[in-house]
């Protein structure tokens, strides 16, 4: 594998199950050291959180580039088998605790929108909201509306907007801080 290629992030979900192991996966590489087929030769585990871990590290291992074989210092496509190991760090004897991201409580609520306030509208909208590790949010988006009428969708929007604008700590795999996506429940309820 040529240098430059970033490694993936440890699934959170895999994090927190706890899973870890070895995969191996086949790519065939062409002459111009591309990445055209992946295959899992060997899973990490029987989980679903290993499966996870398995398909992470071949969507990562299709994306890099390799130095491709060769014969007579001549290119040729070829198999390459790569072991991609899926270790959670440790700290002294006992697990460090993985945690999911989570929102700062000192966010201010945002205002109930007029227009949702004269026509009686509520619901809860879930929104997600992907925390960098260093805690900066860089993309939000709705993952259940608050229901089907114009209004709801400022509901949405309006969530959205204040989450983009809160702090965040960041998931942890256990040692680091890692980016990931976080899922969180607004309501929205007239007094």
């Not at 290629?5 to 699934?11: H, N």
């Not at 993952?143 to 969530?159: F, I, N, V």
């Not at 809160?166 to 998931?171: G, S």
Request: proline share 8%; aromatic share 8%.
């Amino acid at each position: 594998m040529e240098p430059g290629c970033e490694p993936p992030e440890y699934p959170l979900a895999a994090i927190l199950k706890g899973a870890e192991g070895t995969s191996r996966i086949s790519i065939f590489v062409d002459a111009d050291g591309h990445p055209t087929k992946v295959r899992i030769d060997r899973t990490s585990g029987d989980t679903l959180a290993h499966k996870l871990l398995d398909l992470t590290a071949s969507e990562y291992l299709s994306r890099c580039n390799f130095e491709p074989a060769s014969i007579d210092n001549v290119p040729i496509a070829s198999w390459v088998a790569v072991q991609y190991n899926w270790k959670l760090h440790k700290s002294g004897d006992k697990d460090s605790p993985a945690r999911p991201g989570r929102m700062k409580p000192d966010c201010e609520p945002p205002e109930y929108p007029p227009l949702a306030v004269n026509s009686l509208t509520e619901g809860n909208s879930l929104i997600g909201v992907f925390v960098k590790k260093d805690g900066q949010v860089t993309k939000v988006r709705v993952e259940h509306s608050s229901g089907d009428t114009p209004t709801h969708k400022l509901l949405d929007y309006k969530a959205s907007e204040y989450l983009a604008r809160c702090e965040f700590e960041p998931a942890s795999d256990g040692s680091s801080a890692i980016d990931s996506w976080v899922s969180v429940s607004y309501d929205w309820k007239l007094e």
